[in-house]
């Protein structure tokens, strides 16, 4: 059971903007920058946003991050068949003296 | 270009040690990062599992951290991970990482292995 709670599924057409809550606590999300990755099955998770709202080189302005309080969100809009995946965030968490990263939010393009 | 390449047995024996080595390639694992250690059980999402400095601070996740040893040998550009008294719950994907600090930097993982399964099975 992670500390962060993300919704299990979101979908969308192919061009429409879909957004992943994550909601934390003052332990983690309240203090601390967020990240999130998206999760092909087999292959290595890619970090999308780091710094809550950063994205590293190569990813596209389609993703935006935000923060406000114990809540973070990831946005895509612009969506593509590319985009189906799973995603999570993730950040520290200074009560448990760990990572911890959401439950998971799988993203469906209709 | 930086690489991270995990090995180690596909397959384990209840009761048994699993052990995984992943060798990093194209930066050096005396960096200002935490290396460390993902899984993936089937069917479910990312756990956490720990991360080791090279300077030799450690953190595990609460759940693990009694079955659970993370090292880096600064010598081969390794770390690795012992997780003793396996299950079949212990069957995953097993990913290594690079994790920046989260109290000085922006705590993110930067970089990732492939991933490797490992099945827990008689």
């Known amino acids: 059971q992670s500390v962060l709670t993300q919704p299990p599924s979101v979908s969308a057409a192919p061009g429409q903007k879909v957004t992943i809550s994550c909601s934390g606590s003052s332990s983690n999300i309240g203090n601390y920058y967020v990240s999130w990755y998206q999760h092909l099955p087999e292959t290595a998770p890619k970090l999308l946003i780091y710094?809550?709202?950063k994205r590293p080189s190569g990813i596209p302005d389609r993703l935006s991050g935000s923060k406000s309080g114990t809540s973070a969100t990831l946005g895509i809009t612009g969506l593509q068949a590319g985009d189906e995946a799973d995603y999570y965030c993730?950040?520290?968490?200074?009560?448990?003296?760990?990572?911890?990263f959401g439950t998971g939010t799988k993203v469906t393009v209709l | 270009q930086v690489q991270l390449k995990e090995s180690g047995p596909g397959l384990v024996k209840p009761s048994e040690t699993l052990s995984l080595t992943c060798t990093v390639s194209g930066y050096s694992i005396r960096s200002d990062y935490f290396w460390g250690w993902v899984r993936q059980p089937p069917g479910t999402g990312l756990e956490w599992i720990g991360i080791?400095?090279?300077?030799?601070?450690?953190h595990y996740s609460v759940s693990l951290e009694s079955r659970v040893t993370v090292s880096v040998d600064t010598s081969t550009n390794q770390l690795s991970l012992k997780m003793n008294s396996v299950t079949a719950a212990d069957t995953a994907v097993y990913y290594c990482?690079?994790?920046?600090?989260?109290?000085?930097?922006?705590?993110?993982?930067?970089?990732w292995g492939q991933g490797i399964l490992v099945t827990v099975s008689s």
């Open positions: 710094e809550n709202d």
């Open positions: 990482g690079g994790l920046t600090s989260c109290t000085r930097g922006t705590c993110a993982f930067d970089y």
């Open positions: 080791m400095h090279h300077t030799g601070r450690t």
């Open positions: 993730g950040t520290w968490d200074s009560s448990l003296s760990a990572f911890v």
